[in-house]
Each structure stands twice: as structure tokens, then as C-alpha cells.
């Protein structure tokens, strides 16, 4: 494949890459941009629906209402009225089925007994007509089912007093069964209930007014459902009856009834919009859906899919023509022009000449090519100029490797001889060297040793120093607690005096005690001589009494804690007298321990002296093993040094011999390889 057909391959691939990139994000734009327009779109109806279908539904209330009105107000007094009242208006309204009133007992005029089991009436006598249309005309039956508990049409509006919109449910009319909805005031006079007014709409009516509607060129569709369930208008199935709807159709239709809140969705090929609707307040909400076919917005989509495909596919067509073009006119032809040139300077020809006017990249390319031509075309008739040079200098140089040989050979011999003395005079040094270094070594283990034990030393010194100090504290602190004692036992002497002291202040107290007692019993024995007159005294005898028995007892509790304090007092002098013998001989000994203390420091320090001048002589002695080591070391480097220049120079020997032996190999290369080259050169044309 050429490069013209890759570039427009290439070239065609990427467009059409492009292409598709930006037709998809076009689409996902329009689609999205359509899609939000028809939501706008479908809520928009919805609620233009909602209303359209709520004033349908509402229209009959109307006509309930002015029945309603007429009896609150008492304007119809006589049934018949009431009978020609719901002919009117029933016929007033072609989406009306019917209207009804149904009173309560005697509610109505008070003569319900004057009307029992005739037309229009129940058993009882109440009015109960149902004007309703059937084909043509327009008939009067009596409301049946009214009093069964299932009636809500008439008791939920008693219950509630309020209007009722009963969503679908089945009632006979001239004996068919016929599905309505149904419209209902309570009637109220005087805020009490009497009975209601009514208006029916046929579900086939509803049907009927719900086909009229064609929304979105007509596919688009709409389902009506009530509050309990019941289709009142499926546009995808218009056709069909009253049916219960099926929650699996379509889940947000009744989610939409229970949450009264709208909801937009897609489903199947359509987008739907499921509105909750009001027609009556206080009503449980019924649902309408208005669903959008997802068609129509591919349908623009597809459209501008296509225009969008034509005008890439034509802009590709017309791109891979103008690369081609381009590429033919700018590169084809002097690419064409440099292979040309390359075959025969392929073939030795390099007699033709590249020229080159314009600055582009292929311009520059072919100038370069020409320049790189020229200085080829140099090289070579040089080369063709100094093939002989070179097979003449060849020659000379194959005499001079023949006499470096030789050269190389003698000096390796000699080398050799010289290398096996040096060898032996640098074993000699090693063993010197290594003894030496052993020396050195012994003395630096024996100068750390030294270190250790004066550093052992001088520790002892510190800690005996340290021991005479605590003895002498201890010492002191021994003369001091022996005169604490001392003290001590002065204070238990004088606690026993004052001891005693206070016993006799007790004997004293406890004499006052009995006498004051005897004192306190002849004064009861005067009062009770006295009688009443001495009943005041005998009570001061009688407390004199206690007093005096309470510092009886007082006394004696004293006298027997002074005996406990003096007999504890006698054993804490003991106790003192002994710790003072202890510490007495605790000076003692800690004198005897300071004494040979004092004897220990000049023994330790006479063993300091004497390890620091062993330590002196060390050094003395490591000083000179060092300068030895040096020595030989010196000794052992010049020795190495020999060792390496014999064995460099007999290595350089060998190395000579053997580069000269390649550089004759080389010589005579170099000979075949020139008359070679000259055979070379001589095909080139310059």
C-alpha cells in the first residue's frame, strides 16, 4: 500500500470517527433538548386536561344544584313540580344521563302516608324520582337501592352533608345495566338534612367525549381512571368497558392517586405524564395520563441523523480528494524524483544533481539528500586519490612491527628475572610488617587496660572519700539523736512529776465530791422534814446530788487515765534509755569505720602513682612500636611498588609483543582491504 493510499485511509478513518463523535453528541443534544420540551409540552396539556375534564365533569353539577337551590328555598311545594323540574333538566344538557332527588320520611311535604306504593314513591310514601334519558326519550323511574348500605350516592352526602362525586359504579336504567358517575348535594333546610339532589353522566358519554380528543397528530393518548379503580377512558384500548385497572399496566398511574402528586416517566415507547385531578374538593383525587410517543422525538432525531450523515460522508469524500491532491502535488512528485535518484546512486551513479526551490519540509528533505550527495561524492574521490598512499605506508608499517617484536621479546625475559627477586624481598618485609603489627597491637591493648585501671582507681579514691564523709555524718547525726534522747527522757521525767500532780489534784476533787454529796443527802432529809415548804430546796439538793456523782465519776475516769499515761510514760523512758545506749555504741563503731577509712586513701593513692607511671612507660613503649610499624610499612609500599613496576613492565612486555604480533595480522588486513577499496572505488561514477 502506497503512502497516498494510507494517508487517505487514514484520513478516512479519522473523519469518519469525527463523524460519528460528533453525530452521536448531536443526537444525545437533540434527544435531550426534545425530550425536555416534550415534558414541557406534556405537562402543559395535562394540566389544560385536568381542567377540560374536570368542567366536563362538573357541568351537570349545575343542574343539581338549581334542584338543590329550588327546594332549600321552598319554591317547589307540589311533586308534580319536582317531576317536571327533573324533566327540564335533564333534557337542558346532552351530557346528562339523569337527574334524581330522594327525600327523607315526611321531609318533603309531610304527606308521604297519602302516597304509599305509587308511582315515583316507595312503600312508605317518600318521593323518589330518577329522570333519565333512554334512547330517545326521556323517562321517570323511582330510585331503587337507596337504603341498602352499599348506597353511597345517598348516604355518604347525608353522612358528610357536603357535595359527593361518586366515581363509576353500575345502576338499571329501563332494565339495563348501565356504568355512571354520579354528582350529589344534600338538601338542607334549616341545617338539617332532607334529602339529596342528583345528576348522572353515562360512562359512554364520557368515552364518547374523551375519543373527540387527538393530541400529538393523534398518537398521542390519554387514560382516565377514577378513585376506586375504575377506567373511565383508555386511550390505548378505547374501545373497552368499564374494566378495573391493573396496577401492573403501570404502577405510577394509582402511586400518582395515593402520593396527589405528579409523576413523569417513560414506559414502553411512550413518555407519560400521570396527573392527580380534584373535580370535587374534599374528594378523593382521580388520575389522568397523557402519554407522549418517544416516535416523534426520533423522528426529528433520525432526520437530522441522516442530514448530518450525508453532509459528513460528502464533506469525506470531498477531504480525502483534496488530501490527495495536495499530497500529490506537494510530496508525490518530488518523492517520486528522490527515489529515482536513489536507485542509481544505488548503481554507483552519482553523476546527477538534486535541485530544490521551495522551504518545506519535502524541500528541505531533497536539499539535504543533494548536500549529503556532494560531500559523498568528496569522500569517495579522495579515497579513489589515496589508495596507493596507503598500500605504500602499509608496508613500512609491517617492517616496524617486525623490529618491535623482536625488542619486546628481550625486555620480557629480563623483567621476569627482575620480578622473582623483588618477590622475595617483599615476603621478607610482610613477615617483618606482620610481627610488628602484632607489637603494635599488644601495646594498644595494654594501654587501654592501663586506662581502665586508673580510671578503676580513681573511682575507689572517690567512693572512699565518699564513705569517711557519711561516716563522719553519721556520727554527727548519732551525737545528735543521743541528745535528742537525752532531752526525751528529761520530758518523760517532768510529764511523771506533773503526773503526779494531777493525781493529787484528783484525790482532792474526788474528797469535795463525797463531802458535797453528804451535804446534798442532808439537805433532801431537811426538805422532806419541811414538807411542801422544802419541795424547792430538796430539787436543788437533788441536783447538787448528781453533780456530785458525775465528778465523783469524772475523778475516777481521771485517775484511771493518769495511771495508764504514768505506767506508758514508764515504758517510753525505758525505751529511751536503751535507744540511747544503741546510739551510743553506733558512734563508736562509726569512728572505728572512719578511722580505717583514713587509713585506706594513701594506699589507694600510692596505687595511683604507681599505675600512672606504668602508663607513662606504655606510651614511651607504643610510641616507638609506631614509629617501627612505620618503618616497615614504608619498607613493605616501596617493596609493592617495586613488585608492580617488574610485573607492569613484563605485562607491558607481553602486551607489546602481542599488539605487535595483531599489528602485523592488521598490516596485512589492511593490505587486501586497500587493494580491495581501490577495486570498490573504481565503480563509482563521480
Not at 572519700?465 to 548519732?478: H, L, T
Request: aromatic share 6%.
Amino acid at each position: 500500500m502506497t503512502i497516498k493510499q494510507k494517508l487517505a485511509l487514514g484520513t478516512s478513518i479519522f473523519t469518519l470517527l469525527t463523524l460519528g463523535i460528533i453525530l452521536t453528541t448531536i443526537s444525545f443534544v437533540i434527544y435531550r433538548n426534545a425530550k425536555s420540551e416534550a415534558i414541557e409540552t406534556l405537562t402543559i396539556i395535562s394540566e389544560k386536561m385536568s381542567l377540560e375534564a374536570g368542567a366536563y365533569l362538573s357541568g351537570p353539577l349545575n343542574e343539581a344544584y338549581i334542584m338543590k337551590k329550588l327546594l332549600e328555598e321552598g319554591s317547589i311545594l307540589d311533586r308534580s313540580e319536582v317531576l317536571k323540574v327533573l324533566n327540564v333538566l335533564t333534557a337542558s344538557n346532552d351530557s346528562i344521563l339523569g337527574t334524581y332527588v330522594i327525600f327523607e320520611p315526611n321531609a318533603f311535604d309531610g304527606q308521604d302516608a297519602r302516597f304509599k306504593n305509587t308511582l315515583y314513591h316507595d312503600r312508605t310514601g317518600r318521593l323518589i324520582p330518577y329522570s333519565v334519558k333512554s334512547g330517545d326519550k326521556i323517562i321517570i323511574e323511582p330510585v331503587v337501592g337507596y337504603e341498602e348500605e352499599s348506597a353511597e350516592f345517598y348516604f355518604l352526602p347525608k353522612k358528610s352533608q357536603s357535595l359527593e362525586l361518586l366515581p363509576p359504579f353500575s345502576y338499571k336504567i329501563d332494565g339495563k345495566d348501565v356504568m355512571m358517575v354520579s354528582l350529589v348535594y344534600p338538601v338542607l333546610k334549616g341545617n338539617k338534612f332532607i334529602g339529596i339532589s342528583g345528576a348522572d353522566i353515562s360512562l359512554e358519554t364520557i368515552q364518547a367525549y374523551f375519543k373527540t380528543i387527538r393530541l400529538f397528530e393523534g398518537q398521542g393518548k390519554i387514560t382516565f381512571v377514577a378513585s376506586n379503580g375504575i377506567v373511565l377512558f383508555d386511550g390505548f384500548h378505547p374501545e373497552e368497558g368499564a374494566v378495573e385497572w391493573k396496577n401492573e399496566l403501570d404502577p405510577n398511574v394509582n402511586q400518582a392517586m395515593l402520593e396527589d402528586q405528579k409523576r413523569i416517566y417513560i414506559e414502553g415507547d411512550y413518555l407519560h405524564i400521570s396527573t392527580p385531578i380534584r373535580l370535587v374538593a374534599g374528594v378523593k383525587p382521580w388520575t389522568i395520563r397523557i402519554s407522549y410517543p418517544l416516535g416523534l422525538i426520533t423522528k426529528e432525531i433520525e432526520f437530522i441523523f441522516w442530514l448530518s450523515l450525508f453532509l459528513g460522508s460528502a464533506g469525506i469524500f470531498i477531504c480525502v480528494v483534496a488530501n490527495y491532491m495536495i499530497f500529490h502535488r506537494f510530496v508525490d512528485i518530488r518523492l517520486q524524483d528522490l527515489l529515482r535518484f536513489a536507485d542509481k546512486a544505488s548503481k554507483g551513479d552519482l553523476t546527477t544533481h538534486l535541485t530544490e526551490n521551495r522551504n518545506d519540509e519535502m524541500g528541505r528533505l531533497v536539499r539535504s539528500v543533494g548536500i549529503m550527495t556532494d560531500n559523498i561524492r568528496q569522500i569517495l574521490t579522495v579515497a579513489q586519490t589515496s589508495g596507493g598512499d596507503l598500500s605504500g605506508t602499509t608496508k613500512q608499517m609491517e617492517n616496524s612491527i617486525l623490529e618491535l617484536s623482536d625488542l619486546a621479546q628481550s625486555q620480557a625475559a629480563s623483567s621476569e628475572e627482575a620480578s622473582a627477586t623483588v618477590e622475595e624481598l617483599n615476603a621478607s618485609s610482610e613477615t617483618i610488617n606482620g610481627n610488628v603489627k602484632q607489637a603494635v597491637e599488644n601495646t594498644k591493648s595494654i594501654h587501654i587496660s592501663l586506662v581502665k585501671i586508673q580510671d578503676l582507681v580513681q573511682n575507689i579514691t572517690g567512693e572512699v572519700e565518699a564513705f569517711g564523709n557519711i561516716a563522719v555524718g553519721a556520727n554527727q547525726k548519732a551525737e545528735e539523736g543521743k541528745n535528742m534522747a537525752s532531752l526525751t527522757s528529761q520530758a518523760i521525767e517532768e510529764i511523771q512529776e506533773k503526773s503526779q500532780t494531777i493525781t493529787e489534784f484528783s484525790e482532792v476533787i474526788s474528797s469535795i465530791s463525797e463531802k458535797t454529796s453528804l451535804l446534798a443527802l442532808n439537805a433532801a432529809i431537811e426538805a422532806a422534814r419541811a414538807g411542801e415548804s422544802g419541795r424547792g430546796f430538796a430539787v436543788v439538793a437533788e441536783e447538787i446530788s448528781k453533780l456530785a456523782s458525775q465528778a465523783a465519776e469524772s475523778v475516777s475516769q481521771i485517775n484511771h487515765l493518769s495511771a495508764g499515761a504514768l505506767e506508758s510514760i514508764d515504758r517510753g523512758g525505758a525505751q529511751v534509755q536503751k535507744l540511747i545506749s544503741v546510739l551510743r555504741e553506733i558512734t563508736q563503731e562509726v569512728s572505728v569505720i572512719f578511722e580505717k577509712a583514713k587509713n585506706i586513701i594513701p594506699m589507694i593513692q600510692d596505687q595511683k602513682s604507681k599505675t600512672n607511671q606504668i602508663y607513662s612507660e606504655i606510651e614511651e613503649i607504643s610510641a616507638l612500636v609506631q614509629a617501627i610499624q612505620q618503618s616497615t610499612e614504608e619498607q613493605k609500599r616501596a617493596t609493592d611498588e617495586l613488585a608492580n613496576m617488574t610485573v607492569n613492565i613484563s605485562n607491558g612486555s607481553q602486551i607489546l609483543s602481542d599488539q605487535a604480533a595483531m599489528m602485523t595480522e592488521n598490516s596485512n588486513r589492511m593490505t587486501g582491504i586497500s587493494s580491495k577499496l581501490g577495486n570498490v572505488l573504481q565503480k563509482f561514477k563521480l
